[in-house]
């Protein structure tokens, strides 16, 4: 079965450290690849995706993410966290003949970052 | 602001009562699904609407089952509630196009349902 895994499910940073959050899909072929985060009490939001193109994604807030096929991996990056940044992010992958088919698109179960000021 | 809005926002319900949960779509998006996310879970898939006809559907029982309407808000029915519903329930819309969606998909913050 497809699947999504976040290896690290709580994370926890000093301002000004640096984040990666692993994500790992078990399942081959093209993909389209996505990271959401949901601050405290608010709705989940697009960080950024990858479809096609540069492996090395930029979003929002400083993030980054880099596309490795041969890992099978879209772990997520940024170089200095704030308070502000502490949330849950979400990795989301499906096949990019599913793109629109929100059935197929797999999430992983989430990581909790904190950063403490 | 994903102008995705949700109501209400938070409601308490008993075990075998029924409950609908309301979603207004974001302008321009024909397509609206529905997630339920329990504490510290991924949101899980319940279905999605395409054009007020279901069109993909998560391993939900039939006691979940939802509506589209022709201006694309959408409702989630559930009915003989059990403890186990209880959850944050999302709706997400998103934009369909022959050959070409972009996948990302619009939430709104949700409805936080209680079953004692």
């Known amino acids: 079965a497809q699947s999504v895994s976040q290896h690290n499910h709580h994370v926890i940073l000093s301002e000004a450290a640096s984040l990666e959050l692993g994500c790992n899909y078990s399942y081959g072929g093209t993909v389209n690849l996505f990271w959401y985060v949901q601050y405290p009490g608010q709705h989940l939001q697009l960080l950024l995706k990858?479809?096609?193109?540069d492996p090395l994604v930029k979003g929002i807030k400083g993030f980054e993410a880099e596309f490795i096929k041969s890992k099978f991996s879209f772990n997520l990056r940024k170089p200095s966290v704030q308070w502000s940044d502490t949330a849950e992010y979400f990795c989301?992958?499906?096949?990019?003949?599913?793109?629109?088919?929100?059935?197929?698109?797999?999430w992983g179960l989430g990581t909790s970052l904190g950063v403490n000021p | 602001e994903t102008g995705v809005t949700q109501s209400p926002t938070h409601l308490i319900k008993t075990r075998g009562q029924q409950v609908t949960l309301r979603c207004s779509s974001q302008s321009g998006h024909n397509t609206v699904s529905w997630y339920q996310q329990a504490l510290g879970q991924g949101p899980q898939f319940i279905f999605q609407?395409?054009?007020?006809?279901?069109?993909g559907r998560g391993n939900f029982p039939p006691r979940f089952s939802g509506l589209q309407f022709p201006n694309y808000s959408s409702e989630l029915n559930v009915n003989a509630l059990e403890l186990d519903d209880s959850a944050l329930y999302l709706c997400?819309?998103?934009?369909?196009?022959?050959?070409?969606?972009?996948?990302?998909?619009?939430f709104g913050e949700g409805s936080r349902l209680t079953v004692l």
């Open positions: 990858y479809f096609s193109g």
């Open positions: 989301a992958v499906n096949r990019e003949r599913d793109a629109g088919n929100n059935r197929k698109l797999i």
């Open positions: 997400a819309s998103s934009l369909q196009l022959a050959g070409a969606n972009t996948g990302e998909l619009f």
């Open positions: 609407y395409y054009r007020e006809e279901e069109n």
